[in-house]
T-cell receptor, first 114, second 116 residues
Framework: AQSVTQPDIHITVSEGASLELRCNYSYGATPYLFWYVQSPGQGLQLLLKYFSGDTLVQGIKGFEAEFKRSQSSFNLRKPSVHWSDAAEYFCAVETQGGSEKLVFGKGTKLTVNP | KAGVTQTPRYLIKTRGQQVTLSCSPI?????VSWYQQTPGQGLQFLFEYFSETQRNKGNFPGRFSGRQFSNSRSEMNVSTLELGDSALYLC???????????????FGPGTRLTVL
């Protein structure tokens, strides 16, 4: 079965520091990969997506992610974190087979210190 | 373009009752998916509807059901509520069915259900 692992449950960074959130997936075919962000009491907002082509994708709010097939990873990065980036981040994989089409990781909660 | 709307935003029910949640997708979107989000289990897929047909169903008991109307609006129903059904229920819409690729789901703000 498809699965998504986000190894870090909680990450704390200082404002202005760089950020990398890890995501590993398990899926036999070429995956469609997504990163979503959820602020408290809100729904999910799409940050970026990878379908094919360039393995480095740019998203909104200054985020980028790199797809590495050899490592089954799709890590999210931001060079300089802002206090407003504090939220929970979810990696997800969309599959073409099976009954569950969009599988999410458990999420990484980001805290930003001033 | 208006986003995905969900009503109500908050609900409090007691065990044994039933509840109906509503989702209005983005105009033109024909796929609606439902997810349950809890602190322990995270985001779990409930079911997906496309053009009034259920395409996929997650691993939830039969107490969880849904439907989609001709205008693509969707409802989900939970009967005989249990304490463990307390969760944030998220609805997402997309133009194409999920799993067809090159697709993007747009999420609503969710309905927070509390079962006492």
């Amino acid at each position: 079965a498809q699965s998504v692992t986000q190894p870090d449950i909680h990450i704390t960074v200082s404002e202005g520091a760089s950020l990398e959130l890890r995501c590993n997936y398990s899926y036999g075919a070429t995956p469609y990969l997504f990163w979503y962000v959820q602020s408290p009491g809100q729904g999910l907002q799409l940050l970026l997506k990878y379908f094919s082509g360039d393995t480095l994708v740019q998203g909104i709010k200054g985020f980028e992610a790199e797809f590495k097939r050899s490592q089954s990873s799709f890590n999210l990065r931001k060079p300089s974190v802002h206090w407003s980036d504090a939220a929970e981040y979810f990696c997800a994989v969309e599959t073409q087979g099976g009954s569950e089409k969009l599988v999410f990781g458990k999420g990484t909660k980001l805290t930003v210190n001033p | 373009k208006a986003g995905v709307t969900q009503t109500p935003r908050y609900l409090i029910k007691t065990r044994g009752q039933q509840v109906t949640l509503s989702c209005s997708p983005i105009s033109g979107h024909r796929s609606v998916s439902w997810y349950q989000q809890t602190p322990g289990q995270g985001l779990q897929f409930l079911f997906e509807y496309f053009s009034e047909t259920q395409r996929n169903k997650g691993n939830f008991p039969g107490r969880f059901s849904g439907r989609q109307f001709s205008n693509s609006r969707s409802e989900m129903n939970v009967s005989t509520l249990e304490l463990g059904d307390s969760a944030l229920y998220l609805c997402a819409s997309s133009f194409l069915p999920v799993g067809t690729g090159v697709n993007e789901q747009f999420f609503g703000p969710g309905t927070r259900l509390t079962v006492l």
